[in-house]
């Protein structure tokens, strides 16, 4: 039986472009990604590329995965064809509608309860059970191995394995740096 990975969270790489949702509504629409799959009723959202720092007019540069946050992935042709099928079996594609730069999120649909809830460190909103953020995660292996990618029901964002980071790495995409969350003992 193979070992469980370490497992990482994204992050946007300084100095590479961001997008953001035009309006208010795609916003919200993001905030709901929670593993549901939405392909078959989807409507591409309206983005924005930011290519330069407003307040410095400093010059970014160019991204295959665009910063948008940790719970939807967006990602230009280049970063869909490099990763393949890894992005489709762990979730779905859904363009965005962004003037001439074709982009898509990623929207992750593998959804495990694998956190350790009684090992991790979490703080909850208060008078609430419900997680707010979690400070230290420690994974159960059995559920997390030979995973790739997923997300958890305590949280928003993805999380994936060495075997994703090393496709980003080694395919030379860039705009997406990962946060190693846990190792497995």
Known sequence: ????????????TDGYEWVIPVNDEGMELF??????????????????????LDE??????????????SDALCLRPEAVCALGNLL???GELLPLCC????LYAWNVT????????????VIRFTNSERVMTITEHVFRSDIVQGLHAFK????????????????VTDAGLTGL????VWAPN
């Open 177 to 180: 740096s990962f946060r190693q």
């Open 110 to 121: 593998t959804v495990v309860d694998a956190l350790d809830m009684d090992r991790s460190k």
């Open 56 to 69: 410095q007019k400093k010059l970014l540069k160019r991204a295959d995965f665009p910063w948008f946050g």
């Open 152 to 167: 958890i029901p305590q949280a928003a964002a993805i999380y994936v394995d060495n075997y994703f980071v090393a496709r």
């Open 1 to 12: 039986m193979r070992a469980a990975s370490k497992i990482y969270e994204s992050d946007g």
């Open 99 to 102: 003037g001439s730069t074709e």
């Open 31 to 52: 905030l709901t990604f929670d593993g549901t799959p939405r392909l078959h009723q989807w409507h591409p959202v309206r983005m924005k590329l930011l290519s330069t």
């Open 88 to 90: 489709t079996e762990y």
